[in-house]
């Protein structure tokens, strides 16, 4: 029993290919991509691009490296066709780049296609019908012969107006558009018919272009479906098998990657994956997981920042935060577990210097696609010690002791609660400040030490305690136990170090130290923190903090 009305869909045929081979394959090499975001993401916009949105676009995809671009359906609207003629009369295809150009099998949008390619060196002429079960049925009215028939007679026409463009070369592609609700061996006549019409060769291949048009199974069927063509078509070494996924289940990468281990040689999509309904395939998102195999995307996607604004621009839709590689969110960390990892991720990668990227939950260095590491981490209460160090540490240069961490993490989780907010790297220096670094009732002003003459260092440390400038002396087997002394003789204060650590500041300010020293005062266990220029100033300020922190905690 459901409440939802399951009895209104039926699953989608499987495909019996029980020797199917594409599991057992890898992508070791990019497929030829091509791009359709001019054409069918453009039919997808709210407001269709007009010129200046389109050659924006162009412009980024020849900058990316496409060498295949599908630049509108010329014969369906008048800006299409322009655009096309644009691009030709002012030459502005770059050599080793061809155009593609889609037309229903339809005898005047055909000719009016070619009207639109002439004068272009080289030309992708795309023909398509649809050839699903379900579109015969309710938008033809016609059975398999019929439909065979509309596409025969659009490539015969085709095949006729080549010689009426002797300066352009044509490239014939034909999609039996619906093919994923399409009977296989049906598939296989219809394109069979297409291409005798054709009469292709193994040196002027035709593409035969299997769309999901609508994505309707899972991805594993459309491999088998992309298997199975692969190996029943016939004249495959005079075709390139082309694939168009859709997104309508959200497997859209997915579909692609099994079909490019099925057999695909080419790929259609977007960027970004702008398309009909839920889009097109994203070839960016493609090519980066390409990459992050260490396979050659073969396109330029080192700066996606650039490719999400152009995209945005020309598309007038956002790219989601969350858009794998190109969303604002995707490289950043809030929670405590993630942060805390990354951190000992990047500190492990930096002592091996191996070259390799292995930091956990980062699949790929931001640095490569042009982003920084800027946002790897922020932080709001699901945050933890990691994610508040690693910020204190790349924008302070404070190397904060564990003990430290745990201490000032409850600092900002307590604000974070609080406030319900992100909080900035900014606010949690802020907060840094008020609890270690500000001036309280003790404060060391200079120092001058000397030996004692019996392996000890006596020191004579200005201070200021309550606003009163006083010097205070001492002796120790070091300047800071010297101080210490200095401390219990002279305002009798009691001071016990229990640990100390001290680096130098690895960016960020002009002072050169920072020193921590964890002390037990009144019973209470207390960080110190000093930053100087002078290292044995810092280890005094380290010091003295701690005691500000202990006379204010026994005052509150
Ligand atoms: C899956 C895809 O993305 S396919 C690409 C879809 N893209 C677009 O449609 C965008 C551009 N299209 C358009 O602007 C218009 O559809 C045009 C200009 C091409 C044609 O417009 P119109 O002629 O007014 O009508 P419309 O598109 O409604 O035509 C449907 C007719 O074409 C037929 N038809 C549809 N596709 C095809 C095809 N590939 N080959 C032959 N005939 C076709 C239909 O059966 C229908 O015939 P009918 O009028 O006898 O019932
Ligand atoms: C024209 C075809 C390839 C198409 O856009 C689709 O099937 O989605």
């Known amino acids: 029993m459901s409440v939802m009305p399951i009895d209104k ?32 993401g453009n039919q997808a916009l709210i407001e269709p691009m007009g010129t200046d949105r389109k050659q924006r676009m162009w412009d980024l995809l020849v900058r990316l490296g496409f060498k295949e671009i599908e630049v509108g359906f010329p014969a369906a609207s008048q800006t299409d066709f322009d655009f096309v003629r644009h691009l030709i009369d002012n030459d502005l295809i770059p050599d080793g780049v061809t155009v593609q150009v889609l037309t229903q099998s339809r005898e005047e949008l055909i000719r009016r296609t070619f009207d639109a390619i002439r004068g272009a060196k080289r030309a992708i002429v795309h023909l398509y019908n649809s050839t699903s079960t379900l579109q015969r049925r309710v938008v033809f009215g016609l059975d398999r012969d019929g439909i065979t028939e509309i596409a025969v007679r659009g490539t015969k026409l085709i095949k006729e107006l080549v010689p009426t463009v002797p300066e352009t070369e044509i490239v014939f592609q034909y999609s039996p558009e619906s093919f994923t609700g399409t009977e296989l061996d049906y598939a296989r006549d219809i394109c069979g018919a297409v291409l005798d019409a054709w009469q292709p060769t193994p040196q002027h291949k035709a593409i ?13 069927v459309y491999a088998d479906q992309i298997e199975w063509c692969h190996r029943n078509f016939a004249r495959r070494d ?16 997915a579909a692609t990657e099994l079909a490019l281990m099925a057999g695909a040689d080419r790929v259609e999509g977007t960027l970004f994956g702008n398309g009909e309904r839920t889009g097109n395939v994203d070839i960016v998102t493609l090519g980066l997981n390409m990459f992050t195999q260490g396979v050659n995307p073969e396109l330029d996607l080192h700066d996606v920042g650039d490719i999400v604004r152009t995209v945005e621009y020309c598309n007038q839709l956002p790219v989601h935060p969350r858009h794998p590689y190109g969303g604002e969110l995707v490289f950043t960390a809030f ?16 002592k091996s210097n191996s070259g390799l990227w292995e930091v956990p939950y980062l699949p790929i260095d931001p640095q490569d696609i042009g982003c920084s590491y800027e946002a790897v981490i ?9 994610g508040v160090a690693y ?10 002791p564990r003990k430290l961490q745990v201490e000032f993490s409850q600092v900002i989780q307590k604000l974070a609660d609080e406030t319900g907010k992100e909080i900035s790297s900014k606010v949690i220096w802020h907060e840094f400040e008020q609890e270690y670094l500000v001036p309280g009732r003790v404060e060391v002003i200079g120092h001058t030490t000397l030996p004692t003459g019996r392996g000890e260092r006596h020191i004579e440390a200005q201070v200021r305690i309550d606003g009163v400038e006083k010097t205070i002396r001492g002796e ?3 300047p800071l136990n010297a101080f210490v002394d200095a401390l219990k003789r002279e305002i009798d204060i009691d001071v016990d170090i229990a640990d100390y650590r001290e680096h130098a500041l690895r960016s960020g300010s002009d002072s050169s130290a920072a020193t921590y020293v964890e002390a037990q005062i009144g019973g209470k266990t207390l960080f110190g923190v000093g930053i ?3 290292i044995v100033m810092a280890s005094l300020k380290a010091v003295a903090g701690a005691v500000n922190r202990g006379l204010r905690k026994a005052a509150a």
């Not at 929670?335 to 930096?350: L, R, T, W, Y």
């Not at 209460?381 to 990691?386: A, C, E, H, I, N």
Request: proline residues 6%; aromatic residues 4%.
């Open 532 to 534: 100087d220029s002078n």
């Open 9 to 40: 869909y039926r699953p989608v045929q499987t495909v019996a290919l029980h020797d199917r081979q594409w599991p057992n394959r890898v992508i070791d090499r990019a497929p030829i991509w091509c791009s359709v975001d001019l054409r069918d």
């Open 378 to 386: 922020r932080v709001n209460s699901q945050s933890g010690k990691g």
């Open 391 to 400: 910020l204190l540490l790349t924008d302070h240069g404070l190397d904060l």
């Open 208 to 220: 035969l272009n299997l769309p999901a048009t609508v994505e309707m199974a899972t991805p594993n």
């Open 335 to 350: 929670s405590g577990s993630h942060q805390d990892a990354i951190k000992k991720g990047f500190a492990a990668m930096e």
């Open 238 to 253: 005079s075709f390139v098998l082309s694939v168009h996924p859709h997104n309508d289940r959200g497997t859209g990468i």
């Open 476 to 478: 120790g087997n070091g």
